[in-house]
């Protein structure tokens, strides 16, 4: 499918990659900016003869869906860069939680209206770790874009995260240039402070991309 | 900001809904507050300083 881009139009230098933090970008969602569409993202993007790469970073979880997800994503094109969600555990058992634990365990033991198999399936979860699935991917982006330096022009981010400003600045210390999409209200103060060197543009002025287009 | 962390979200086709670091912290002290709890600097260096402790053998 051919796009017409006249909604805008991105004036890439030379051979281009695209880095997507998709955890970033799939909190643009709001009343100003309709979801991204990671298939009419791709397609938006192929249609710059100067995209070579198009990054896909995202992590991936034991939760059927999320396998099917990123199939879909692979299927779409992208290359995706994508590793583990780390777990991390939060006891309720532990700390000033402890008391209160013991607190229900207690009351739970002395229940005569329960019965005894329910008293030990609530002493199970009380006792159970919960996890936290936690993931970022600042280093592999980084990583990626120091391999691609020597060969690539122009460095498109889909993410407005601060924390990407210090790579901005030394992109445009090598004379690269830098566009960054962001969506409304999710573009960090430390990347729109760093003016020309960089190119700053919303989401919602790609409408090629999000769904309902 | 860009550590995010993978809620468990039945209408998200990707089985979870990333939300990032900063906005999920911010989403816990205000439950917190809600319900009348003002966590405190204090409070967190006590919870990080009883997690570090040695657990004692029974």
């Known amino acids: ?213 | 900001m860009s550590s995010y962390y993978y809620l468990d979200d039945p209408k998200s086709k990707m089985g979870s809904t990333p939300v990032p670091e900063e906005e999920f912290i911010k989403a816990v002290f205000s439950i917190a507050r809600k319900h009348g709890l003002d966590i405190t600097d204090e409070m967190i260096l006590k919870e990080i300083d009883s997690e570090l402790k040695p657990k004692r053998k029974r």
Request: with cysteine.
């Open chain 1, 1 to 213: 499918m051919k796009l017409t881009r006249d909604e805008l139009h991105l004036n890439l230098k030379g051979k281009t990659a695209v880095f997507i933090d998709w955890a970033n970008v799939y909190g643009w969602n709001s009343r100003k900016q309709k979801p991204v569409n990671p298939d009419k993202l791709y397609k938006y993007f192929k249609s710059y003869e100067e995209v070579l790469d198009i990054l896909f970073y995202f992590g991936e979880d034991t939760h059927p869906k999320s396998k099917l997800f990123l199939e879909e994503i692979r299927k779409i094109g992208f290359n995706i860069i994508t590793k583990p969600v780390k777990y991390i555990p939060v006891n309720i058992d532990s700390s000033h939680f402890k008391s209160i634990s013991k607190e229900i365990k207690a009351a739970l033991v002395s229940n005569k209206k329960l019965e005894t198999t329910d008293i030990e399936q609530i002493l199970k979860i009380l006792d159970r770790k919960i996890l936290r699935r936690k993931c970022d991917f600042d280093i592999e982006i980084a990583m990626d874009v120091y391999r691609l330096i020597n060969t690539r022009e122009t460095f498109i981010f889909l993410s407005g995260d601060g924390d990407f400003a210090p790579l901005i600045r030394f992109l445009a210390s090598k004379k690269k240039k830098v566009i960054v999409i962001f969506g409304e209200g999710h573009l960090g103060k430390e990347v729109a402070q760093i003016g020309k060197q960089v190119f700053l543009c919303s989401a919602k002025n790609i409408p090629a991309i999000s769904d309902g287009a």
